[in-house]
């Protein structure tokens, strides 16, 4: 065991099992410890050592960045102690030069520890996986949570006007008025969502690791805590994604989305996949929702079925007076609309102190007829 005494370069360390032993595991067998404390030289080379293994290994290393440098600090007050005692006339320089030395090592770490993660593709650690109770406490305006566990979607309509179309075991969190120049809302699972047009007053929806920008259009997002894909996808309008401020990202990428293209993001590898023609993507396809796939343009179409289709759509329930709307016919585009702003067109397109109510998924349409 007398050959360490000849190590002389950091290869020697790395070569010895004992020493991977010990650094890896805290199993000191051979004595390392009392060893590297016999002579301040020789720490230096071995926490060297210490430094690179570690580095190599950290991906199968259950030790947090806070670990390392506390056991460094462990380490260091035990060579302060041996120096003391001994009383070396260099004392106070040499505590100057641990302490330098003791920096270095501690960036050095953190250094090798994000290259080795970076190199070997897990640029997206634990720490870089965005929950919706984070995005939501860095909001400091009062919210309103509303969670759909029911088991079919849910329209919310926002103070703005516009809509959002919550599937099942998700759930959204939005101000009630909103207030500033900026419209936010968190989104956790998935929603289709409509939003009124306000080049004034952007609007920003946050999901686990992205934030969607828009000013007025439709899209869904289907963000799941337990899942490792992030999906945008753009019916009208345009939209710009990116990753949102509490990610530590290598680079600030933003992909910009017209009607009929998509974006998956890689939530581990944090790459984003643009996707131009979204009926080339299977799952994109099978995962349409009625909302993605009926028209709202209309020619000559009575009112009942116009209805029909919004009830379709929304998975909502219309009450109208259908005698008196049996020969209303109307010709209108509500393409690019929220779920209110559909009900407005169409109510005063009819004409007559036509009216209508929403509670929840029940709309109640009151009218004296067609004009």
């Known amino acids: 065991m007398q050959k360490r005494n000849n190590y002389t370069e950091i290869e020697d360390f790395l070569g010895d099992e004992s020493f991977q032993l010990w650094i890896l595991s805290k199993v000191d067998e051979q004595g390392w ?11 230096k080379l071995v926490e060297d050592a210490r430094l690179l293994l570690l580095a190599m290994k950290v991906p199968d290393s259950k030790l947090s960045s806070h670990q ?8 260091w007050f035990k060579i302060e102690q041996r120096e003391e005692l001994s009383r070396n006339t260099l004392k106070t320089r040499k505590l100057k030069i641990q302490r ?19 190199f070997k593709g897990d640029v997206l650690s634990n720490d870089n996986e965005i929950t919706y109770k984070e995005l939501v406490e860095e909001n400091s305006e009062g919210l309103v949570e509303q969670t759909n566990n029911t088991e079919k ?38 929603g289709f969502f409509e939003i009124s047009k306000n080049p004034k007053k952007p609007f920003f929806v946050y999901a686990n690791e992205l934030v969607t920008r828009v000013v007025g259009t439709s899209f869904r997002i289907k963000a799941y805590p337990d899942q490792q894909n992030v999906e945008v996808l753009v019916r009208t309008g345009k939209v710009r994604v990116k990753s949102n401020d509490l990610v530590h990202a290598p680079e600030n990428q ?34 349409a929702t009625n909302i993605e796939q009926l028209s709202f343009e209309f020619t000559d179409i009575p009112v009942a079925q116009i209805l029909e289709t919004i009830e379709q ?37 009819i004409g007559n102190d036509t009216n209508y109510e929403m509670n929840g998924n029940q709309i109640v349409i009151t009218t004296s007829g067609c004009n």
């Open 153 to 190: 979607s849910q329209t919310i309509t926002l103070s703005d006007g516009s809509s959002v179309l919550l599937q099942p075991n998700s759930k959204l969190s939005y101000p009630k008025i909103f207030t500033g120049n900026e419209r936010k809302v968190y989104l956790s699972g998935e």
């Open 254 to 287: 933003e992909i910009v989305l017209l009607p009929n293209q998509a974006v998956r993001f890689a939530r581990k590898d944090f790459v984003f996949n643009k996707i131009t023609n979204i009926t080339a993507d299977p799952v994109l396809v099978n995962s």
């Open 313 to 349: 759509a929304y998975l909502v329930d219309i009450d109208f007076p259908q005698d008196k709307l049996k020969d209303c016919r109307l010709t209108t585009s509500l393409s690019d609309q929220p779920l209110a702003e559909k009900l407005k067109i169409i109510c005063k397109s």
């Open 100 to 118: 330098y030395w003791f920096s270095g090592v501690a960036a050095a770490i953190l250094a090798g520890i994000f290259s080795v993660w970076f």
């Open 68 to 75: 390392v440098h506390e056991s460094l600090q462990k380490t």
């Open 33 to 43: 410890e009392e060893w590297t404390l016999e002579n301040l030289q020789r720490a």
